[in-house]
């Protein structure tokens, strides 16, 4: 599967909430703080530059703060 605005590859993943993340195909080693290696993907919202064309609009606040 492609990404319809930039056509790059994308592989999917499933969150551990069950929710489907497209990400790059490339599997990368990162070393964390505390100096694990681990293994994973970026999620495609970071790399696409069309990406802002897909967020969703934030919700406006049930009880805006009054102001002071």
Do not use: Y
Not at 9 to 20: F, Y
Request: proline share 12%; with cysteine; hydrophobic share 35%.
């Amino acid at each position: 599967m492609t990404c319809r605005s930039c056509n790059a590859p994308l592989v999917w993943i499933k969150s551990r909430a069950g929710k489907a993340i497209p990400c790059d195909p490339a599997v990368l080693s990162v070393v964390t703080d505390e100096g694990d290696v681990v293994r994973g993907r970026v999620s495609h919202f970071a790399t696409c530059p069309q990406a802002a064309q897909h967020r969703k609009p934030k919700q406006p606040a049930l009880f805006p703060e009054e102001p002071t």
